[in-house]
């Protein structure tokens, strides 16, 4: 874990240097997004970043903790901002071995999550799908519980690598297990998670108008699961296709493996481009919780 934290934080010390040594990365046609839509994934980023803390977070980006989750190496919290009227659940990423482990189970297997039916062609990544079965019942009784006490609220489920992943699953299961559920999805640095079954029922149940894939430069995560192997993306994507902090250095993309967005980069698997994410840098600040 120490040798993790320290390539952490060397790749932070890097990040100026990234900005001078990496080509930008050129896109056509793109004219950034709105304020609006860049300030809630930079502020959802603060939400993934905060789910690494070792130690807990018992105010993430000041909301109040509702629950923690942490069973098989799955973890993750609940969290309610009454002055935005969210219900936010967030997921970590990867930090242990047997984070790892999950990640390299690369064989698709029929979708079989608590709730979601008629899903025969489904498949998604083995160890994804462990991921969020290990904690399925408990999120989705705590979720329903602060939605009948809150009805007027938007649920938001985000996370940043396995984080994403896992996220992705869980805003599935709760659009399933709570159909009127008003429900957002913003995930960062996230993999492939299944197959093109398993696509159409994400954007088709979530809706693509309510998914913020992000996607930083030439990070490699988000095509580390070849589609060759039968993977593919689900819609939107959000490219912040070069580096600075600003709306109109970040595209809209179109469906879900635009070859003009992050899926034109070469993978180049889990680089520096992977910590950082709209001015966050992923894991490094516990600040975020409290």
């Not at 609006?36 to 905060?50: D, G, Q, W």
């Not at 008003?182 to 640095?189: A, F």
């Not at 709306?247 to 950082?276: E, M, Q, W």
């Amino acid at each position: 874990m120490r040798n993790i934290l320290l390539s952490l934080f060397c790749a932070l010390a890097t990040q100026s240097w990234l900005a001078l040594a990496i080509p930008v990365l050129e896109t056509r046609q793109s004219n950034g997004i709105d304020q609006t839509t860049y300030n809630n994934l930079e502020r959802f980023a603060k939400f993934s970043s905060a789910s690494y803390q070792l130690l807990g977070c018992p105010r993430p980006v000041g909301t109040t903790l509702i629950k923690n989750f942490d069973r098989s190496g799955t973890q993750g919290y609940l969290s309610r901002d009454d002055s935005t009227k969210e219900i936010i659940l967030a997921f970590r990423g990867s930090l242990s071995v047997t984070d790892a482990f999950v990640d390299l189970q690369l064989i698709l297997q029929p979708l079989n999550t608590p709730g979601v039916t008629n899903n025969v062609k489904a498949s998604v990544h083995t160890g994804f799908q462990f991921a969020y079965n290990a904690v399925a019942s408990d999120v989705v009784s705590a979720v329903k519980s602060q939605v009948s006490a809150n009805s007027a609220y938007t649920v938001v489920v985000t996370g940043h690598s396995l984080g994403g992943a896992v996220a992705s699953m869980a805003a599935l299961s709760l659009k399933a297990a709570i159909p009127n559920i008003k429900m957002k999805l913003y995930t960062y640095g996230q993999p492939r998670v299944g197959n093109a079954a398993f696509v159409s029922l994400v954007e088709q149940q979530v809706g693509v108008n309510n998914i913020f894939r992000a996607v930083n430069t030439f990070d490699g995560v988000p095509t580390i699961l070849f589609k060759e192997l039968g993977y593919r993306h689900f819609a939107t994507e959000y490219w912040q296709f070069k580096n600075g902090e600003s709306r109109s250095n970040v595209r809209k993309c179109t469906g879900g493996d635009d070859p003009s967005c992050s899926d034109s980069i070469p993978s180049t698997f889990i680089n520096p481009a992977h910590l950082f994410y709209f001015g966050q840098a992923m894991a490094l600040n516990p600040l975020l919780c409290f």
